[in-house]
């Protein structure tokens, strides 16, 4: 078998088209072209046309994997799960193998593209102006599948839980500091957010009031 054919893509950046005698069609990158050295009319056995396809599936799941960091930042698990699962259509192969996700994953580490820890801290801050506390916070880094070891710089990146209970109370007790129900409801909602009992009993005497220590919370 030979190569017959070996051009740039007009449409794809960086990307060339290698097409053998028999009709077949491999998408490369310029990478793949330098190392196997490849060039038309070149003969290619059966081993160098394993490679090839190897490679050319590869760099399909690069692109795909650029492009869902893309459309929104995701930690190394997050992206490969999404590489690796079951479509819908269980008659279709996922996208990529595990090995190749994981190939994926580290390539675009080195370009620094993919960072769980700028993604750790990132998330950190997005939950902090959402109005969500440190508890709520953990299970965002665990649900997205950051790496543990990144939850410490992250939880310090995110905002003081004094400034996000005082803004949340300021917001909602207007007018009703006064009102048994409403520091209830209040503290409830501070709760489902993810700030400890300690930290809102504190925002509440900030605030100006307090909640009996017999009621049932």
Known sequence: ?????????QRVRGRWLAVLDNGELLRLGEGEVVSF??????????????????????????EKALDLLSARPRSRKELVDKLTARPRDRDRE?????????AAAAWLEELGYLDDRAYARSLAEHCSAKG???????????????P????EE???????????????????????AGDPRALKRAADALARRGYR?????????????????????
């Open 1 to 9: 078998m030979r190569l017959s054919k070996l051009e740039p893509s």
């Open 37 to 62: 050295g490849l060039y038309a009319g070149m003969e290619v056995d059966a081993a160098l046309r394993e490679a090839l396809t190897a490679a050319a599936r590869l760099g399909q799941v690069k």
């Open 94 to 102: 996922p996208l990529a193998t595990e090995e190749e996700a994981q």
């Open 132 to 146: 969500y506390g440190p508890a709520k916070l953990r299970d965002e880094l665990y649900r997205r599948g950051v």
């Open 148 to 151: 543990r070891d990144c939850w």
């Open 154 to 176: 992250a939880l310090a990146a995110a905002e003081d839980p004094a400034e996000g209970i005082d803004r949340f109370l300021r917001h909602k007790l207007k007018g009703e």
């Open 197 to 217: 009992w300690p930290d809102i009993k504190d925002g509440l005497r900030r605030y100006g009031t307090e909640i009996e220590e017999d009621e049932d919370f």
